[in-house]
């Protein structure tokens, strides 16, 4: 049953966004929660060159399942040429939480 779950993170470029995309996505039923961590500094290679910026970071709880769909919607919201989209496998985790993240992927408002 665990093996169902995934967290997804996803980079965006400020906390505003970052809050726009979690209620499209939880709207949407392809996740059940989304936390926004604020403050988040990332430094990467863009375009060959070495880029420092300032982020917010969502941390998306959702299915197996869900998963296509949840990327589909994100690469279709978000301001980012290559957003980061990485799945990351639920290995344990409360039952009652689990459960309920499986009653709320699919709900749509």
């Not at 499209?24 to 996740?31: D, F, N, R, W, Y």
């Not at 500094?41 to 300032?54: A, G, H, L, P, Y």
């Amino acid at each position: 049953m665990k093996e169902n779950y995934i967290i997804v993170l996803c980079t965006c470029p400020d906390e505003d966004n970052a809050n726009h995309l979690a209620h499209i996505l939880v709207e949407s039923g392809v996740a059940a929660c989304c936390n926004i961590i604020a403050g988040l500094q990332s430094v990467f290679r863009w375009q060959q060159e070495i880029q420092n910026s300032s982020e917010a970071l969502l941390l998306i709880k959702s299915t197996r399942q869900a998963y296509n769909q949840l990327e589909h919607t994100l690469k279709a919201h978000h301001p980012y040429e290559l957003p980061e989209i990485i799945a990351v496998p639920v290995i344990g985790g409360s039952l009652e939480y689990l459960g309920w993240i499986n009653e709320n992927v699919g709900q749509q408002q």
